[in-house]
């Protein structure tokens, strides 16, 4: 799976690729949190301040030495800018899962 996670306006995020979505973000600075088979595998924290900040990161629950997590082997880059008009001010993540299906939720699950 591969997925572009980009900001683009002050309140909507876009999510493109294999999964598409439009997120209005509306001033908060949220965090989305991507599973692979119900376990987390990172967190991405999102945040405006006349540019978009995307930033994945590891946690406590995400983080064990000895069982490291399984999107170790995933293509994760930032970019600064897309290609299109909407992504020009914005960090760009890109995510690319190879084989493995992935999902991305605005909440944690427990």
Known sequence: MKVTIYGAS??????EGD???ELDIGGRMPK??????DKLQFVIQ???EGCWNIIPQLDSKT???DNPPVCK???VSLQMGGSTEYSR???VLNIDSKND???ITKRRKT
């Not at 002050?10 to 999510?15: F, K, S």
């Not at 989305?32 to 088979?37: A, F, I, R």
């Open 10 to 15: 002050d309140d909507l995020l876009e999510i």
């Open 19 to 21: 999964i598409e979505d």
């Open 32 to 37: 989305l949190y991507v599973y692979s088979n």
């Open 46 to 48: 999102v945040k405006y």
């Open 63 to 65: 983080f064990d030495e």
């Open 73 to 75: 082997d995933w293509e």
């Open 89 to 91: 001010y914005s960090m």
């Open 101 to 103: 299906d992935f999902t």
